[in-house]
C-alpha cells in the first residue's frame, strides 16, 4: 500500500503535478475560495450531518478545506472539491485521505464524500467514488482502499457496496465517541486492489 520503514509511519505516494478528476457529470478539482461558503453551508446542515456528532461551525469547515488544499498541492491528493462539469456548480467532496487517528486497521488510505443535500439521490457520490478508486489503484497503485461510517449510516453504506466495496465484518468502537454514544459503533468496508480489477473486468 505504501513505503514504511523502521523510522517511521508509512510514506505514501505522490501524484505530483496534481490534476483534476473528470467523469460524466462531475470534476474532481482543487478547492477554492470560493468553495468557503457552500462548504460551510453543507457543514452546518444538520441532516447532512445526522451520522457525525454535530454540524461544524464555520471555522472548523475552512480548516478541513484548507488542510486538503494543502495536502493536494503537496502530494496531488486528497478529498477533492466536488462540482457539475455543466455550470461548475459545488457538490461536496469525494476522495481519499489518510485517518490522523489510531484505529483497529491502521494505517490505511480511505474513500469518504459528503454532499449538499439538494444533489442527493442523483447517484453522485457513486459516479464520483468509482473514479477515486481507479485514481487510487491506478495512480498511487494502492494495495487496498477501505471506508468506514457508523453501522446506521446506510445511506454511505450503500454507495461503498455499489462502488464494490464489501462489509469487512470487523466492526469497531470509535475512539472519538463516547462509550453509548449512538454513532460509536462503526463499521469497515474493504477493496484490494485485486478485487477491484476483477470487478472491472467482468463490467466490461
Known amino acids: 500500500m505504501a513505503e514504511s520503514t523502521s523510522a517511521g509511519p508509512p510514506r505514501w505516494p505522490s501524484a505530483l503535478p496534481a490534476a483534476a478528476i473528470e467523469t460524466p457529470r462531475l470534476v474532481l478539482r482543487q478547492w477554492q475560495d470560493a468553495d468557503r461558503e457552500p462548504f460551510a453551508a453543507l457543514n452546518a446542515d444538520p441532516e447532512v450531518m445526522r451520522h457525525f456528532p454535530a454540524p461544524l461551525v464555520r471555522e472548523a469547515s475552512d480548516r478541513s478545506l484548507d488542510h486538503w488544499r494543502r495536502e493536494i498541492a503537496e502530494r496531488g491528493w486528497s478529498n477533492w472539491a466536488l462540482a457539475l462539469r455543466d455550470g461548475g456548480a459545488f457538490v ?80 469497531f468502537d470509535h475512539p472519538a465517541l463516547p462509550n453509548g454514544h449512538a454513532l460509536q459503533r462503526h463499521c469497515l468496508y474493504r477493496l484490494p486492489r485485486s478485487r477491484w480489477r476483477l470487478q472491472r473486468g467482468a463490467a466490461g
Open 92 to 171: 461536496g467532496f469525494v476522495g481519499l485521505t489518510v485517518p490522523w487517528r489510531t484505529l483497529p486497521f491502521t494505517p490505511c488510505v480511505e474513500i469518504g464524500w459528503r454532499l449538499a443535500r439538494e444533489h442527493w439521490h442523483r447517484g453522485y457520490a457513486t459516479e464520483a467514488a468509482g473514479a477515486v478508486l481507479a485514481f487510487g489503484f491506478e495512480r498511487l497503485e494502492l494495495d487496498e482502499i477501505v471506508s468506514f461510517t457508523a453501522l446506521v449510516n446506510r445511506r454511505s453504506r450503500a454507495v461503498m457496496e455499489r462502488i464494490g466495496m464489501t462489509d469487512a465484518n470487523e466492526d
